[in-house]
């Protein structure tokens, strides 16, 4: 009798055994591999980039503004221009992101007509852009004197949710910065041969990193 039951246990025991083998070895790989996803995690924590905030778009913006070259063709003005990279918040580059720009004149004057000084620019396949121009003009805006700006609405058009970083640029130096002004805006400026030369990253949320 005794026996009976010890070898029932056994019997028992022996294939507890095996089914345990057995889910182990079924279970999904990743399960094991938790270590390896807090790497990636913190790899991109390190590598992450700082998107360029966002400020007021202003009253001026207009719609379906052209694709430019030159923003400022035929504008009288000092010339500038402004270049640099595009990239998500993990640094990489982004080709194909539309930079949406529009700014004043050298008096401070918006065309709120036809698209004089409106464009927009396209990274290209290693997320660079250039913008040429001419330097904008400080204007009155009520009882609010604003700095020189540089207006851009900015998108990935592939991007899940498309969301736009709206924002201005602005220039080291300027007398009249408001409270629309954050530091990461301001850029600095050189100047060779007659023309300003300004270098600008801007940093858009790309949620196609996250393979959506
Ligand atoms: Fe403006």
Redesign the pocket.
């Known amino acids: 009798m005794f026996n009976k039951i010890l070898s029932q246990t056994l019997l028992k025991s022996f294939f507890l055994v095996i089914l345990i083998l057995f889910t182990l070895l079924t279970l999904p790989s990743n399960v094991f591999s938790q270590d390896s996803i807090r790497l990636n995690e913190n790899k991109q924590i390190e590598q992450s980039c700082e998107l360029t905030p966002s400020t007021v778009q ?1 009253p ?1 913006y207009k719609e379906n503004s052209p694709f430019k070259q030159d923003l400022a063709k035929g504008t009288e003005g000092d010339k500038l221009v402004v270049s640099g990279k595009v990239m998500n918040f993990n640094c990489e580059p982004i080709k194909g992101a539309i930079l949406d720009f ?3 004149d050298s008096q401070g004057e ?1 065309d709120n007509v036809n698209f004089n000084l409106r464009g927009k620019v396209i990274s290209d396949v290693n997320g660079n852009y250039t913008l040429k121009t001419i330097f ?1 003009g400080s ?1 009155s ?1 009520g009882n609010l004197v ?1 700095p020189s ?1 540089i ?1 851009v609405k900015a998108w990935i058009p592939e991007n899940p949710g498309n969301p736009s970083l709206v924002t ?1 640029l602005y220039f080291k130096g300027d007398p009249n910065m408001d409270q629309f002004v954050k530091e990461p805006l301001i850029i600095n400026l050189n100047e060779k041969n007659g023309t300003k030369y300004a270098n600008f990253d801007f940093v858009l949320e790309d949620y196609r990193v996250f393979g959506n």
């Open positions: 202003g001026y529009w700014q004043a918006y904008p204007y805006d604003r700006h207006h201005q």
